[in-house]
């Protein structure tokens, strides 16, 4: 990832609210809420090209025993070039610096996009769910 740039934090409530809608979230999300919602992250990843922002994602929960992974987002034009792998991959060096061992990491995958995942060794428990779930 060359070319982009990752900072660690929250994107602001324009940038969500951009991605979320070039990804088709808009009218699943609530926007009235969302910049409280950021806020109370526990920790965040986004991407720029050129001062524009291309993805995003973050980790929800107590901060103590249970993390979600939330709103992995990448722009449509730059998906399938390494940017969600290397979201991912700073994501997990946090929780395996801050999640106490047998820390429950949940996540709920955007359907056909299971297999990205399982790369990163979360597996489906419940087959008529598409939420994975990793234990540290």
């Known amino acids: 990832m060359v070319k982009y740039e990752c900072k660690q934090g929250v994107p602001s409530l324009d940038e969500y609210k951009y991605l979320c809608e070039a990804v088709g979230w808009k009218d699943f999300m609530n926007f009235e809420v969302a910049e409280k919602s950021l806020k109370n992250s526990v920790f965040g990843v986004t991407v720029y090209d050129h001062g524009q922002i291309i993805g995003m ?3 929800v929960g107590d901060g103590a025993i249970y993390f979600y992974i939330q709103d992995v ?5 730059v998906q399938g070039k390494g940017i969600g792998n290397e979201i991912m991959n700073i994501l997990l060096a946090y929780l395996q610096e801050h999640a106490p061992e047998k820390a429950f990491i949940g996540l709920f995958a955007s359907q056909g996009k299971e297999s990205f995942y399982e790369k990163f060794d979360f597996k489906n428990y419940a087959p008529n769910m598409t939420g994975m ?3 540290m």
């Open 57 to 59: 994602d973050r980790i």
């Open 73 to 77: 987002v990448i722009h449509p034009d």
């Open 133 to 135: 779930f990793r234990v």
